[in-house]
């Protein structure tokens, strides 16, 4: 159930406006512009931030989950769509740990993760999820980069094959790729030979993914997927 309340925003709270949100979400927007509603979207939240405490989600004032671990994610929500207000909280606080003004197109779906830039700044990532259906015997693949301490880039190939990306930025999804579930993939960050492999038949032909990646040593370097 939904709970309505009053968020305390700390004076030092800052936003990660990259490309990706000015571009797909519509931007920051201070958190007293009017809130003009349209029709419904869908949203689905995630908590990207390696080490970081549990996390509640509010948009606008109203609660819409709650103990969000690093690693987890919440299923699709049907929300109001138009211009919002989006909020991480310390779980049980009203303490804004990130803040987002953003537009939600009606209609839409989106992903929302609690992010870190690896200049230490906490904030909000969101995309716009890719829901077309993926070609024959093909899974759709989008690929995020949020290793939150470090400015280093990823590149993923074909396990023994061609290279896919060269030099995935921090906080940067990448466009929908058509994956053969029969072949694995490896993902190294740039300039060493740190390897992390996902392999052949993770994907499921006909599904949507977003994998994205956390860590910048072999000791933390990790996937994670969900299904769009």
């Known amino acids: 159930m939904n709970t309505k309340t009053y968020l305390k925003l700390k004076n030092n709270w800052i936003l990660i406006c990259s490309i990706a949100l ?9 958190t007293s512009d009017p809130i003009v509603v349209e029709g419904t979207a869908k949203l689905r939240i995630a908590n990207g931030l ?10 606008n004032t109203n609660k819409i989950a709650t103990n969000l671990a690093f690693g987890e994610s919440l299923a699709y929500q049907t929300v109001t769509s138009g211009t919002v207000n989006l909020f991480y909280t310390a779980t049980g606080t009203q303490n804004v740990n990130a803040s987002l003004g953003a537009y939600l197109q009606t209609d839409q779906s989106y992903t929302v993760f609690y992010a870190r830039s690896s200049a230490g700044q906490n904030g909000i990532l969101g995309l716009q999820d890719d829901t077309n259906a993926p070609q024959a015997g093909r899974a759709s693949v989008r690929f995020i980069n949020l290793n939150a301490s470090s400015t280093a880039t990823i ?26 579930p029969a072949i694995a993939l490896t993902a190294t960050f740039t300039g060493t030979t740190t390897l992390l492999t996902v392999p052949a038949g993770t994907f ?3 599904k949507s993914y977003i994998v994205w990646f956390t860590g910048t040593t072999a000791a933390d370097f990790a996937t994670h997927i969900i299904t769009t």
């Open 22 to 30: 000015l571009t797909i979400l519509g931007g920051c927007a201070k």
């Open 204 to 206: 499921v032909a006909g």
């Open 50 to 59: 390696p080490g970081s405490a549990p996390q509640d989600f509010y948009l």
């Open 155 to 180: 590149n993923i190939s074909v396990l023994n094959g061609s290279q896919l990306i060269s030099g995935l930025a921090e906080n940067a999804p990448s466009v929908s790729y058509a994956i053969d």
